[in-house]
Antibody, heavy 121, light 108 residues
Framework: QVHLIQSGAEVKKPGASVKVSCKVSGYSLTELSMHWVRQAPGKGLEWLGGFDPEEGETLFAQKFQDRVTMTEDTSTHTASMELSRLRSEDTAVYFC??????????????WGQGTLVTVSS | DIQMTQSPSSLSASVGDRVTITCQASQDIFTLLNWYQQKPGKAPQLLIYDASNLEKGVPSRFSGSGSGTDFTFTITSLQPEDIATYYCQLYDNLPPGATFGGGTKVEI
């Protein structure tokens, strides 16, 4: 069973950067395709990016591609997502989620508990 | 980009009712459609993958159907623990990435 444990809540000022981590247990990080999804207060789910197993590279939603970095540290079994140049609209809960190939497609079958990032002056 | 239109945005039903949620894609996505349940303050949970396949451990009162552009998610007999928001989701390669529907909040 895969377990994804995320880092704690963050409060940041506009213009700053935030790094959220996601520690994997029960499975090898190198065997997972890790993605990041966020949810603004009272809103729906929004995909930021992640590793696409077919493309063999990390892909980003166009909206975030100039502000987001995703990394993995296999020595600590931890995936991380850094979002820069924060603005108030980035206030959200950020989730890590593993993408698995299912039948003919792909789905997010394991999720972290979420990390609240608050951007406020 | 493919758009996913989910309806209704919210619904109220009674315990034991049959509940139906629809998701429409802006172009043919075959069966590349997943459904998630999200309870307040929790992460989403995968219920249905590839339009109609029940994820392991998910109760059989949940089901999905459809292909192409029109999809349906059904709870055959609503239970109190089913109070949640439900999302449809596509993961595709053209362009690569995940797209979520707007969500349906189910209340009793």
């Amino acid at each position: 069973q895969v377990h994804l444990i995320q880092s704690g809540a963050e409060v940041k000022k506009p213009g700053a950067s935030v790094k959220v981590s996601c520690k994997v247990s029960g499975y090898s990080l190198t065997e997972l395709s890790m993605h990041w999804v966020r949810q603004a207060p009272g809103k729906g789910l929004e995909w930021l990016g992640g590793f696409d197993p077919e493309e063999g590279e990390t892909l980003f939603a166009q909206k975030f591609q100039d502000r987001v970095t995703m990394t993995e540290d296999t020595s600590t079994h931890t995936a991380s997502m850094e979002l820069s140049r924060l603005r108030s609209e980035d206030t959200a809960v950020y989730f890590c989620a593993s993408l698995s190939t299912v039948a003919t497609g792909a789905a997010f079958d394991f999720w972290g508990q979420g990390t609240l990032v608050t951007v406020s002056s | 980009d493919i758009q996913m239109t989910q309806s209704p945005s919210s619904l109220s039903a009674s315990v034991g009712d049959r509940v139906t949620i629809t998701c429409q894609a802006s172009q043919d996505i075959f069966t590349l459609l997943n459904w998630y349940q999200q309870k307040p303050g929790k992460a989403p949970q995968l219920l249905i993958y590839d339009a109609s396949n029940l994820e392991k451990g998910v109760p059989s009162r949940f089901s999905g159907s459809g292909s192409g552009t029109d999809f349906t998610f059904t709870i055959t007999s609503l239970q109190p623990e089913d109070i949640a928001t439900y999302y449809c989701q596509l993961y595709d390669n053209l362009p690569p990435g995940a797209t979520f529907g707007g969500g349906t909040k189910v209340e009793i």
